[in-house]
């Protein structure tokens, strides 16, 4: 049977983890997870696009785990202007 080859990159603020795997042809995201020791309780994504753990993998995926923003996208924006206009 042929295998697969997944990266599966966790980002965390003090380090940032990638784990190399060769699964099985028919793998999902959550076993990808589970063989990168990983927990499946953060949301997910293959190259930057939401996936369900049940999604299956293809040759050459990147299954990235994604933390909780710390900060609203708009409202970052919003400070980042505020801090230009007084200086």
Known sequence: MAHLR??????RP????????????????????QAAGMPPDQ????FGRRV???????DGDRV???RPLRVEPKEAR????LNRTRS
């Open 52 to 58: 369900d753990l049940d999604a299956r993998l293809a």
């Open 14 to 33: 003090e380090r940032h983890e990638t784990v190399v795997l060769e699964l099985e042809q028919g793998a999902t995201v959550r076993a990808a997870l």
């Open 43 to 46: 949301p997910v994504g293959i």
């Open 6 to 11: 997944i990266e599966v990159v966790c980002a």
């Open 64 to 66: 990235e785990l994604y």
């Open 78 to 81: 919003r400070r980042r202007t």
